[in-house]
Every structure is written in structure tokens, then in C-alpha cells.
């Protein structure tokens, strides 16, 4: 039984993401073919269903039925870290930035990089209000384009519904056609 309402929640969820099918396929652990069945409508097994509420950490009761908020705790920010650690070490996802010739670490080791903030945070001295003006700042800028791509995940579901009006305009008009030469 198909359901697009299912599969426009979990279009919406990807898209904010910024994600293509093929690399959430990839992230997820599901086919290719699994994902565009499931945006297509085609509810998942609960395997899979809760493959897809790990991943993009929402409200099972939304993702499900559409009731309540997709983050009822608020907007959960997508990890910053792919989830591939070779020996605890944690691989940078490629940003836009990087992918333009920016510098990109190639390995973070997170509880290292903790520790020194902590460390300057503690100090009392200018590079803890410098470190708090520059985490304040790039969180608003996280939060910015979060913003940005839940506006684009509704577009991309608002696109889809004025395709879905359009197929059905134009079989009524067919419809109305074919009243119209069968009655003359």
C-alpha cells in the first residue's frame, strides 16, 4: 500500500540533510532501489524504519503518521562526523569549502580536540572570549543553514504536489474530452 505522505516526510527529512538518494542509500545501509520506494510511498519493514529514525534521529510517531513535530526536543543537528572511526579516529565529511580547494583535516581525534577547548574555555583569558564568539557564531551559522534546508525540503515536497496537480489537471481535462465528443 502506498502512502506519499510517508514518503514526503522521509523526502523532507533527506533533503534537509542535503542528501541524494544514492548517498543516503550509502549512509543508511539501504538499496538505492529501497529508498526511492519508500519516498515513493512504499511503507519500510521496521528493520528498515528504524534504520531511517537512527539515522536522521526523528519522532518515530511523525515519521509513521505525520502527527506532532518531526523534533519534538527541537532540531537534532545532523552529525558532524561521518560514522567511520579507524582506530578511534574520526574521518571529516568534505565540505563545500573543501570541495573549492579549501584545507580539509583529513582525521580529528574529537576527545583530543574537546580537551583543548576545554582547556581555553577554562583559561579566563581573551582566547576564551574569542573561542565563545567564534562557537557563537558558527552555531547561528549551523542553525542558518538548517533553516535554509528545511526551506528547500519543503520546496522539493511542494514541487512534487504541484507535479502530482498537474498529472491530475490534465487527465480531468482528458476526461472532460472525451464527455464532451462522446455528447456532440
Given at each position: ?10 523526502q523532507y527529512l533527506r533533503v534537509q540533510r ?167
Open positions: 500500500m502506498k502512502n506519499k505522505d510517508f514518503g514526503n516526510r522521509l542535503k542528501l541524494t538518494q544514492p548517498e543516503a542509500s550509502k549512509q543508511i545501509g539501504l538499496s538505492y532501489s529501497a529508498i526511492q520506494g519508500h519516498e515513493g510511498g512504499g511503507f519500510p519493514n521496521r528493520n528498515n524504519l528504524q534504520k531511517y529514525i537512527d539515522f536522521y534521529r526523528c519522532d518515530e510517531v511523525w515519521l509513521k503518521t505525520g502527527q506532532g513535530e518531526p523534533y519534538p526536543d527541537g532540531p537534532k543537528q545532523p552529525p558532524i562526523y561521518k560514522v567511520e572511526t579507524i582506530n578511534h579516529q574520526v574521518a571529516a565529511p568534505e565540505s563545500e569549502y573543501e570541495k573549492h580547494g579549501g584545507w580539509k583535516p583529513r582525521e580529528i581525534k574529537v576527545s583530543i580536540e574537546i580537551k583543548k577547548t576545554i582547556d581555553i574555555l577554562e583559561s579566563d583569558t581573551v582566547y576564551a572570549t574569542a573561542l565563545v564568539a567564534n562557537i557563537n557564531a558558527f552555531h547561528q551559522a549551523i542553525k542558518t543553514e538548517h533553516k535554509l534546508a528545511d526551506q528547500a525540503a519543503e520546496i522539493e515536497i511542494l514541487k512534487k504536489k504541484c507535479d502530482d496537480l498537474i498529472k491530475r489537471i490534465a487527465a480531468l481535462e482528458a476526461a472532460g474530452r472525451k464527455t464532451n465528443f462522446r455528447g456532440a
